[in-house]
């Protein structure tokens, strides 16, 4: 069975400090896997995808994920927190077969602290 | 370029009336997918449709909720009569190629049943 986990529901950082919000998925296949940022009142916005292509996948706003086959993981980090960076994110996986359907973590809120 | 368009973007209403959310996809989209959101369940989806036929429609709750796409440009969920559980904010998302690429998101629409 395909699953993703965000291991943290609640990250908070200071303004400037580094951003790490960890996600572990579980796939019999290789899934193409994706973060998606929400802020308050709007819908789901593509951070960055990941699709079998480099490991290292850089997306918007500075954000970027490492994929790592052997632990599971797609954590992603950002070098510097932004006020604006305060939001809901979450990882993403596709399911096996010619499905539109995706798995969607729980989510982690990101405080940022000034 | 437009993204995907829902409307309304808020909708209070009475139980027992009926509902009718609206969702216009990104121009040149195949698929179309309505999700619901709320702090307890997280975000589900609802159905999908692929070239304006619904593919999987076994997230819809009941049979009080019904989805149309009569063309490529358009859809519609309706809840028929509501109900206060019914409140959640509904999402219309939409992407072009196939299962695995990303979704494009509206905005939602916040419904709320009296």
């Known amino acids: 069975a395909q699953s993703v986990t965000q291991l943290d529901s609640h990250v908070s950082v200071s303004e400037g400090t580094p951003v790490l919000l960890r996600c572990n998925y579980s796939?019999?296949?290789?899934?193409?896997l994706f973060w998606y940022v929400q802020h308050p009142n709007k819908g789901l916005q593509l951070l960055l995808k990941?699709?079998?292509?480099?490991?290292l996948v850089k997306g918007i706003n500075g954000f970027e994920a490492e994929f790592k086959k052997s632990e599971t993981s797609f954590h992603l980090t950002k070098p510097s927190a932004h006020m604006s960076d305060a939001a809901e994110y979450f990882c993403?996986?596709?399911?096996?077969?010619?499905?539109?359907?995706?798995?969607f973590g729980q989510g982690t809120t990101l405080q940022v602290k000034p | 370029d437009a993204g995907v368009i829902q409307s309304p973007r808020h909708e209070v209403t009475e139980m027992g009336q009926e509902v009718t959310l609206r969702c216009k996809p990104i121009?040149?989209?195949?698929?179309l997918f309505w999700y619901r959101q709320t702090m307890m369940r997280g975000l589900e989806l609802l159905i999908y449709?692929?070239?304006?036929?619904?593919?999987?429609d076994s997230g819809m709750p009941e049979d009080r909720f019904s989805a149309k796409m009569p063309n490529a440009s358009f859809s519609t969920l309706k809840i028929q009569p509501s109900e206060p559980r019914d409140s959640a904010v509904y999402f219309c998302?939409?992407?072009?190629?196939?299962?695995?690429?990303?979704?494009?998101f509206g905005d939602g629409t916040r419904l709320s049943i009296l």
């Open positions: 796939s019999s296949y290789s899934p193409s």
């Open positions: 121009s040149g989209h195949d698929y």
């Open positions: 990941y699709t079998s292509a480099a490991t």
């Open positions: 998302a939409s992407s072009f190629g196939g299962a695995h690429q990303p979704q494009h």
């Open positions: 993403v996986v596709t399911r096996s077969g010619n499905t539109g359907k995706l798995i």
């Open positions: 449709f692929n070239n304006n036929v619904p593919i999987d």
